[in-house]
């Protein structure tokens, strides 16, 4: 850890004058976690959608890499996105720090994650069995990368604690990195550790599958997609630090627990750890209505500008609100919660970055076409028999999405090379809505 003592005179100067510079290791190592996440749920969601309009032949290459869906939309798509993406690229300046720690452990997280899609998709592609020893081989990739990524983040904001004059109270963002990191970090152990005693004594321990992850996924979600909304707003909204940490620190210590106690119990203790499963599911519900109710709380009075970015963070507060309040009425709402929440989390993190913090423009009438065909299939999704017209609006949108991403990238607006770190939260911000 660096401290003040061994910090470089550039480096204090950074701390002392409360600004960040852009970075382009960060910048690139950001961007390639993004780029990850969206071929993956291109390619998962896509072939999902393309196999439920009967596009798929059967036995096909692409309906045995279909096969994979779980195993992408889970590990590959939510994670590296919110922890390793926008982690990267966000925590520098909402720590008023010049750059990332640990470069070499968020390096070799994003070439091993990398690694493990590639041999999903082949393993899948070459008809291998969720089971097989193939598939197993890409988890433990997985948590090697997830892990190296989550020491990365979590160095990067222990330090600025250490050598920080003015010890700032961390916003909603910091937060949830923080503790989606955490969450990563004591839960992905468990899952590795699952994978080698199945190999070790396969006639005592149940199969390992992406699935089995469905209940830290989830509370990643929540966490790092609720900072990455309160982040969208916080140039013109006012939010308490305190009760926004308190839910979070109390969702991520119960959900942890508790999917490990639900999940690789056997025996006897199975109806107990049910019981103990559902307890859980209630209060991370009621997290999430609470973490909403906070942020409208804070935006209430403020003149917001719904711009694209904002359209998709209030997409997300009200899928996965309603999707965990479904989930604990009748069981059928953690879909949403999971897949529909990390799909408005992704694209509204996505046009923030590209859109207003990088100086980068898109086309907003596309955006726009974007949001809406998102917003009209997830409405089509909990109507009965909508389901094939649900699966073609998706797919327009994800054109759309491509579209919108690749003009981002062909035209740049020169950002500007110091920026200011946020102002301390609470304050009067008289600028323009995002």
């Known amino acids: 850890m660096i401290s003040a003592q061994t910090q470089s005179p550039q480096d204090r100067s950074h701390t002392h004058r409360h600004v960040v510079t852009t970075d382009r290791v960060d910048t690139t190592m950001g ?9 993956a749920g291109l390619c998962g969601g896509g072939l999902s959608v393309a196999n439920g309009l009967g ?32 982690g990267t690229l966000w925590l520098p300046r909402a720590l008023a720090r010049s750059r990332m720690l640990a470069r070499g452990f968020n390096g070799a997280g994003l070439g091993l994650v990398v690694c493990a899609a590639l041999l999903t998709v082949v393993n899948a592609g070459q008809g291998a069995s969720a089971h097989a020893t193939g598939a197993g ?37 910091v937060w949830g990195e923080m503790l989606a990191a955490a969450v990563l970090l004591l839960s992905v152990p468990v899952l590795a550790g699952q994978v080698v005693r199945g190999w070790i004594w396969p006639s005592l321990t149940q199969p390992v599958m992406a699935e089995s992850f469905a209940g830290p996924v989830s509370l990643v979600i929540l966490l790092a997609g609720f900072g990455i909304v309160f982040e969208m707003s916080a140039r013109f909204a006012r939010f308490s630090e305190r009760p926004v940490a308190i839910i979070m620190a109390a969702t991520a210590a119960t959900g942890v627990v508790a999917w490990v106690k639900t999940e690789f119990v056997q025996g006897a203790e199975r109806t107990s750890a049910v019981w103990v499963g559902g307890v859980v599911l ?35 507060l009200a899928v996965v609100s309603v999707g965990w309040v479904a ?18 989390a992704v694209c509204g993190g996505f046009y923030l970055w590209r859109g207003e913090e990088c100086g980068f423009w898109y086309p907003q009438a596309l955006a726009l ?15 009965p028999g909508q389901q094939v017209l649900s699966g073609a609006l998706f797919g327009l949108s994800a054109l759309c999405f491509v579209l919108t991403a690749g003009a981002s990238f062909g035209r740049n607006v020169p950002a500007a090379s110091v920026v200011p770190a946020p102002a301390p939260r609470g304050a009067n911000a008289e600028e323009p809505a995002r």
């Open 55 to 86: 596009l798929l032949p059967a036995g096909s290459l692409g309906a045995r890499i279909e096969q994979a869906h779980p195993a992408l939309m889970l590990l590959y798509v939510a994670i590296p996105a919110l922890v390793g993406g926008f």
């Open 327 to 344: 989930q604990v009425v009748d069981g059928t709402g953690l879909h949403s919660a999971l897949q529909l929440g990390a799909l408005y």
């Open 369 to 383: 076409l974007h949001f809406g065909l998102t917003a009209a299939a997830t409405a089509l999704v909990f109507m």
């Open 31 to 39: 961007a390639a976690y993004v780029l990850l996440a969206a071929l």
């Open 137 to 173: 081989v890409a988890i433990l990739l997985w948590c090697a990368g997830t892990l190296s990524t989550c020491m990365a983040l979590l160095a990067t904001v222990f330090d600025s604690r250490a050598d920080s004059i003015a010890r700032r109270a961390f916003s909603p963002f």
């Open 282 to 316: 209630a209060l991370c519900s009621l997290s999430a209505v609470c973490l909403a109710g906070l942020w409208l709380a804070g935006t209430w009075k403020s003149r917001v500008a719904l711009r694209t970015p904002l359209l998709w963070g209030l997409g997300f």
